[in-house]
């Protein structure tokens, strides 16, 4: 076949194949039309009603959001870190251990699914409170002799966030755990590699992209977090989840709206730049 002959058929394949794909696409594309950007439309359109764009510059511009921004990266970033820390030893666990083991682990993480996020904040004020079954448990040991601070303090909203969070870490983790060949190890430890090296020099870079991924999906559900803030937190460290909510039911949707726009925006420069730090930290361990 000549070239010239081949080169057209090749792009009307193209075509065709083009052709064929738009179909398949057109209910995505209209579920994300309809689902976010109309959506996002009407929220930036309400965000700059009375005030337009000097609204933003105000919100930014308060000391009062600056410190609830603040709050809202401070906590979002401790949750994260602490289920890294817990996740992590937890899953490599999980991966190393018998598959009835390996079962009972799973469940374990999993059984707070089976109760809604409310009932379980809710379980955290009886743990937490002054009189709680903590608390008590102390007292009664004579490890204390006056209740500890644990609720309406930034410690308690850690402590519910992480318990609602870890999952979301330990997954991913997993997932990348068991991918990880045997075979790579006992290479390593053939050629004189200790326990600890080879952790760090074999298993620890192969596990990084579940880290990745545990670590920006904790994060962005941390930073909209509104539930357990609410009810484990004081108004003196809300959340800006706290703020959108307020603003809706007793002053109007505009600076709501304007909230929300601000955390979308930051939840994106925050994702991009966690995106960079990943991808470096992915080469240097290559």
């Known amino acids: ?118 009932v379980r904040s809710f379980a955290w004020i009886a743990l937490l409170q002054d009189r709680g079954l903590i608390n008590n448990a102390l007292i009664t040991l004579g490890l204390i002799d006056e209740p500890l601070g644990l609720i309406r303090r930034p ?9 609602v969070m870890l999952p979301y870490m330990l997954l991913p983790l997993f997932n990348a755990m068991t991918k990880i060949d045997d075979r790579l190890l006992l290479a390593a430890s053939s050629l004189g590699a200790t326990p600890w090296r080879r952790f760090v020099r074999v298993f620890l870079p192969l596990s990084l992209p579940g880290l990745a991924a545990g670590v920006l999906l904790v994060f962005v559900l941390s930073l909209g977090f509104y539930i357990t803030p609410a009810l484990l937190g004081s108004p003196s460290q809300a959340m800006i989840g706290e703020i959108i909510a307020t603003h809706v039911n007793h002053f109007g949707t505009a600076t709501a709206s304007a909230l929300g726009i601000v955390l979308l925006f930051g939840t994106l420069a925050v994702l991009l730049l966690l995106a960079g730090v990943l991808r470096m930290v992915d080469r240097r361990t290559r």
């Not at 018998?98 to 409310?118: D, E, H, M, T, Y």
């Not at 410690?155 to 318990?163: A, C, Q």
Request: glycine share 12%; with cysteine.
């Open 1 to 118: 076949m000549a070239p010239g002959l081949t080169v057209a058929v090749r792009a009307g394949r193209r075509r065709d194949g083009g052709a064929r794909r738009w179909p398949l696409l057109a209910p995505a594309g209209v579920f994300i039309l309809a689902g976010f950007i109309v959506p996002l439309g009407v929220l930036l359109a309400e965000s700059l009603k009375g005030g337009g764009i000097a609204r933003y510059g105000e919100l930014l511009g308060s000391p009062v959001n600056q410190k609830v921004f603040w709050t809202t990266l401070r906590t979002a970033a401790l949750t994260t870190l602490c289920c890294a820390a817990l996740a992590y030893p937890y899953a490599y666990v999980m991966n190393r251990a018998g598959r009835k083991v390996r079962l009972v682990l799973l469940v374990a993480v999993l059984l707070p699914f089976w109760a809604s996020l409310l």
């Open 155 to 163: 410690l308690g909203v850690l402590i519910g966030m992480v318990h």
